[in-house]
DNA sequence: CATCCTGCTACGGATAATGTAGCGTGAAGC
DNA sequence: GCTTCACGCTACATTATCCGTAGCAGGATG
């Protein structure tokens, strides 16, 4: 798999519209729950796939690339990913959505 | 897969929270993409198609069923698709993210 | 009946995710 | 020194998912 693309440019790059590379950078799997369990704290890569209801590392890491290079995701000195600044900002974008997910679910079941 | 597990139950809807199975939801190709193409008028199925960059119908197919069930996007009478009252909820959510991907792209220059 | 558009599906090949195992490194414990 | 352990990260075969093209049935229009 050579590297599992991680460095490909994001799909919709190419359409010069930001909005397009964001969702498909977040539209891809693990990304959104990823930045979502580093909403509190720094996480170890191994804490970090715990939370994820044990992920696979290779998709894992794939994301982590990806969000790293994207300035989302940071592995700080010392080990342990955090969110930067810019990750922080981001995920208070989602914030919102807890709220609305617990909301959603009582008028759905799902 | 009999039919692509297009009503499969959502990835973490069993462990309870349903922002996990919102983040999983939304964490699939192209349903972040279809709710912001949706997100000001409603949209034939080859409108949409056009809109994303002509994904595969069958990708889109299975995401609008899933986003249907789960009660975000509906096939209006004289067909088209549009957003419910929740999807549209669910949309406003993410409208910030429209500014924050301008600031993005001119931080990082993705 | 011949188009044209609707929502939707089949099928084969390509790509990405999963699950398990293990690497190299560095910090402790003995 | 040597083991032990956790760290970030990777290999590899299997499975799930996506893509691309083609085409269906139904309805409206001419």
Redesign the interface.
């Known amino acids: 798999m050579a590297k599992q693309e991680s460095s490909g440019?994001?799909r919709?790059?190419r359409?010069g519209r930001?909005?397009?590379?964001?969702?498909?950078l977040?539209?891809?799997?693990?990304?959104?729950?990823i930045l979502?369990e580093l909403r509190e704290k720094p996480l170890t890569s191994r804490a970090l796939r715990t939370a994820c209801?044990e992920a696979s590392p290779t998709v894992l890491q794939t994301r982590l690339t990806e969000l790293r290079e994207?300035?989302f995701v940071e592995l700080g000195d010392g080990g342990g990913y955090g969110l930067t600044p810019?990750g922080r900002?981001?995920c208070e974008?989602?914030m919102?959505?807890?709220r609305?997910?617990?909301r959603?679910?009582s008028?759905?079941g799902?």
């Open positions: 440019k994001v919709g790059s359409t930001p909005i397009m590379a964001l969702l498909d977040l539209g891809r799997r693990w990304s959104l729950r979502w209801d994207a300035g810019f900002e981001l974008t989602f919102p959505l807890h609305f997910a617990e959603w679910r008028k759905t799902v």
